[in-house]
């Protein structure tokens, strides 16, 4: 019984050699329609209490990989990654970026222009 928290004793079961090994699977249609409050709340759990993503996640009868793909995922939604950008950091720079790239041709357009109009208005002498 040692290390084994996932240990489950049946109804009758006495002493030793009776345990049985819990499946590791969630029970069908856990997550069906509150898959994304049972997603927040496993990472809540993780963030909050300190505790391991293996052992939060043996508690939960979930996978390990999953839940550390959703805290993963949930990190770098709030920017705590490595990258040091969230996703909706991510997509404002793209959009930025998409931004200065039109007011850069803009720009061009408009001293085109200028120059157009300086050189017609200097040669119509």
Do not use: Y
Request: glycine share 14%; proline share 3%.
């Amino acid at each position: 019984m040692r290390g084994n928290s996932h240990v489950r004793f049946g109804p009758g079961a006495v002493g030793k050699g009776s345990a049985q090994q819990a499946p590791r699977r969630r029970p069908t249609g856990a997550l069906k329609g509150d898959e994304q409050d049972f997603k927040e709340g496993a990472v809540r759990l993780v963030r909050e209490t300190g505790k391991p993503i293996a052992q939060v996640a043996r508690e939960l009868g979930i996978h390990d990989a999953t839940l550390g793909n959703w805290v993963n995922a949930e990190r770098r939604r709030r920017g705590e990654g490595n990258s040091g950008l969230g996703e909706d950091e991510r997509a404002e720079l793209v959009r930025l970026r998409r931004e200065n790239a039109e007011l850069r041709m803009r720009c061009d357009v408009l001293k085109r222009s200028m120059a157009l109009w300086v050189t017609d208005a200097v040669g119509g002498r």
